[in-house]
């Protein structure tokens, strides 16, 4: 089975300054992965995710991750964060190939940009 | 398009009442999710179907079942509800299997 750790629950930053989400995974087998984001009382968004080719996938509000195989590694990057940006982001996998894409989550990390 | 939609919104709950979460998406997806969401834990799969007429157990399906009769619903059914299902639930669907869209979430409290 796989299961996913994200290293820091929370991380603060101010706004502009740079972010970095960690996220550690394990599986035995080739996996998708992914990072959604959570805004305030709202449902989970597809940040971004990597199912394969380049190792580096970008989202649409600047954010990029990317896959890291030997360190078993997809961190999240933001040169420069927004207030905006403030919500709990989710790192997710699940297995490339699978036959009905469950998907297993880690706990969340909180990010709070401040002013 | 509506999308992945839930209701209710929040429900308040007496133990040992039962109620039925709704789901429904509108964009013909195959495959559909319910999932748990309590605070620093994440999110915990209880239920998952491939399609009509085939449910299958998640990571934490006790306490709850499920139903797929139709490719747009899916509704999780909570029986004797117990203060430890006080949870945010989130549906989702996919089409292709490789990203989930998920509802906004039905907020429930069992006292």
């Known amino acids: 089975a796989q299961s996913v750790t994200q290293l820091d629950s929370q991380v603060p930053v101010f706004e502009e300054a740079p972010v970095e989400l960690r996220c550690n995974y394990s599986?035995?087998?080739?996996?998708?992965l992914f990072w959604y984001v959570q805004y305030p009382n709202q449902g989970l968004q597809l940040l971004l995710k990597?199912?394969?080719?380049?190792?580096l996938v970008e989202s649409i509000n600047g954010f990029e991750a990317e896959f890291n195989k030997s360190q078993t590694s997809f961190h999240l990057r933001k040169p420069s964060v927004h207030i905006s940006d403030t919500a709990e982001y989710f790192c997710?996998?699940?297995?490339?190939?699978?036959?009905?894409?469950?998907?297993?989550f880690g706990k969340g990390t909180l990010l709070t940009v401040n002013p | 398009n509506a999308g992945v939609t839930q209701t209710p919104k929040f429900r308040i709950l007496k133990i040992g009442q039962s109620m039925t979460l709704q789901c429904t998406q509108d964009?013909?997806?195959?495959?559909m999710y319910w999932y748990r969401q309590d605070p620093g834990m994440g999110l915990k799969l209880i239920y998952y179907?491939?399609?009509?007429?085939?449910?299958d157990k998640g990571e934490v399906p006790n306490g709850y079942n499920v139903s797929r009769s139709t490719t747009e619903d899916f509704p999780l059914r909570l029986e004797l509800a117990a203060p430890s299902q006080t949870s945010v639930y989130f549906c989702?669907?996919?089409?292709?299997?490789?990203?989930?869209?998920f509802g906004p979430g039905t907020r429930l409290l069992v006292l």
């Open positions: 997710a996998v699940t297995l490339s190939g699978g036959s009905n894409y469950k998907l297993t």
């Open positions: 179907s491939v399609g009509a007429g085939i449910t």
């Open positions: 989702a669907s996919s089409g292709s299997g490789e990203t989930q869209y």
């Open positions: 964009m013909n997806h195959n495959y």
């Open positions: 599986s035995s087998v080739s996996v998708y």
């Open positions: 990597y199912l394969s080719g380049s190792t």
